[in-house]
């Protein structure tokens, strides 16, 4: 079924303005693709055009107007792409596609560069679009590594992750992205690479927190450390996967970028929690979205589910959801990591 794409070219729709999805845009565009662009916003649509800058997000990213086809009708755009890139928070997943008709994503690739879970659904977005919508696997394409969107920006050297059932198709997708200042990988682990881009958001809060809490650089890196080899556990014992070597981009240092990066928003969160923050103070002052947040409840109902022992996860879960004492938590975990 997947074999019908390979010999076409794609006409890539984008779902999604926030700051990942307009440095995608500056990605394709760089490298001479048209892209179809959903912006809810019409106004934020007329500031791109005047001043080829997203008013909103990554105002440093300078756009190619003459590539772009902007609208704020999400059909029209899915309709006129045979690629359709979702990017869009995790936790505004579901409203923000609420206006789509299903029914024209049939035949379209799709391509998720959404890292977490669908709200209340625990299901990742290829997972979603799969179960829910329908979309059979090898039409499916998840997009991740450790690429922070203002680095993008800046054109500074990124790798990414391009995963789908069949590496053909994995490899027609990347070839789109590949540039003098993005790399590209492909692989066939899609359960792996997008399982560990929602993870490492938890263990950048947990980073966060315990910076804030005084914890030097000592302590956090055996915490990443555990961090690391919780989150291949949880992956080899849910869907062990042979080609998967997680010492690779797409997994160890998607988790290294998000846990020490000065752009992460998720360890930026989490040292606001650590601080004395409460989340939704924290998420007010940031005007951002720390998908951790919403990952550590997912991942600790998942593991629960599956009978899979995630020490960090459980730690976060309990100071985030059960409101306990940060200190008193990463004490007790600090005495079990090795």
Same mark, same amino acid.
């Given at each position: 079924?997947?074999?019908?794409l390979?010999?076409?070219?794609l006409?890539?729709g984008?779902?999604?303005s926030g700051?990942w999805?307009?440095?995608?845009?500056?990605v394709l565009?760089?490298?001479?693709n048209?892209v179809?662009w959903?912006?809810?916003?019409?106004?934020? #649509?007329?500031?791109?055009k005047?001043f080829g800058?997203?008013? /909103?997000?990554?105002?440093?990213a300078?756009?190619k107007? &003459?590539?772009? %086809?902007?609208?704020?009708?999400?059909? @029209? $755009?899915v309709?006129n792409s045979?690629?359709?890139?979702?990017?869009?928070?995790?936790?505004?997943?579901?409203a923000?596609?609420? *206006?789509?008709d299903?029914?024209l994503?049939?035949?379209? =690739?799709?391509?998720?560069?959404?890292?977490?879970?669908?709200s209340n659904?625990? =299901?990742?977005?290829? @997972?979603?679009?799969?179960?829910v $919508?329908g979309?059979?696997?090898d039409r499916?394409?998840v =997009?991740s590594?450790p690429? !922070?969107?203002?680095?993008?920006?800046?054109?500074k050297?990124?790798?990414?992750?391009?995963?789908?059932k !069949?590496?053909?198709?994995?490899?027609?997708?990347a070839?789109?992205?590949?540039?003098?200042?993005?790399r590209?990988v492909? /692989?066939?682990?899609?359960y792996?690479?997008?399982y560990?881009?929602a993870?490492?958001?938890?263990?950048a809060?947990?980073?966060g927190l315990?910076?804030?809490?005084g914890?030097?650089d000592?302590?956090?890196?055996v915490?990443v450390t555990g961090?690391?080899? @919780?989150?291949v556990?949880?992956?080899?014992?849910?869907h *062990?996967?042979?080609?998967?070597?997680p010492?690779r981009?797409?997994?160890?240092? &998607?988790?290294?970028?998000?846990c020490?990066?000065?752009f992460?928003?998720n360890?930026?969160?989490?040292?606001? #929690?650590?601080?004395?923050?409460?989340v939704v103070?924290?998420?007010?002052e940031?005007?951002?979205?720390?998908e951790?947040?919403?990952?550590t409840?997912?991942?600790?109902?998942i593991?629960?589910k599956?009978?899979? %022992?995630? *020490?960090?996860?459980?730690?976060?879960?309990?100071? =985030?959801y059960e409101?306990k /004492? *940060?200190h008193? $938590? $990463?004490? !007790?975990?600090?005495?079990?990591?090795?």
């Amino acid at each position: 079924m997947h074999t019908d794409l390979i010999g076409k070219d794609l006409r890539y729709g984008l779902i999604g303005s926030g700051s990942w999805a307009t440095a995608i845009v500056k990605v394709l565009s760089d490298t001479g693709n048209k892209v179809n662009w959903y912006i809810r916003n019409s106004d934020n #649509i007329d500031f791109i055009k005047e001043f080829g800058r997203n008013r /909103s997000y990554l105002r440093s990213a300078a756009l190619k107007i &003459d590539m772009l %086809e902007m609208s704020d009708d999400i059909n @029209e $755009v899915v309709f006129n792409s045979n690629a359709v890139i979702f990017c869009i928070p995790s936790t505004y997943f579901l409203a923000q596609i609420k *206006p789509l008709d299903n029914d024209l994503l049939k035949d379209k =690739l799709i391509i998720s560069a959404t890292k977490g879970f669908v709200s209340n659904e625990h =299901l990742t977005i290829a @997972e979603y679009f799969h179960r829910v $919508v329908g979309i059979p696997f090898d039409r499916i394409v998840v =997009l991740s590594g450790p690429t !922070h969107a203002e680095e993008v920006a800046m054109e500074k050297l990124s790798y990414l992750t391009f995963a789908s059932k !069949h590496i053909e198709v994995s490899d027609k997708v990347a070839d789109s992205f590949s540039s003098h200042y993005v790399r590209v990988v492909c /692989s066939t682990d899609i359960y792996g690479v997008e399982y560990s881009a929602a993870m490492k958001n938890v263990y950048a809060v947990a980073v966060g927190l315990c910076h804030s809490l005084g914890y030097g650089d000592n302590f956090i890196s055996v915490l990443v450390t555990g961090a690391y080899n @919780e989150m291949v556990r949880f992956l080899n014992s849910t869907h *062990p996967d042979s080609s998967r070597i997680p010492s690779r981009s797409a997994y160890l240092g &998607d988790l290294l970028v998000t846990c020490y990066s000065q752009f992460s928003r998720n360890r930026t969160f989490g040292g606001m #929690i650590g601080k004395g923050y409460s989340v939704v103070s924290a998420h007010t002052e940031m005007n951002m979205v720390a998908e951790g947040y919403y990952a550590t409840r997912c991942m600790y109902e998942i593991s629960n589910k599956l009978n899979v %022992e995630l *020490p960090i996860v459980n730690a976060m879960y309990q100071i =985030l959801y059960e409101e306990k /004492s *940060p200190h008193y $938590v $990463v004490n !007790h975990l600090a005495s079990i990591l090795q």
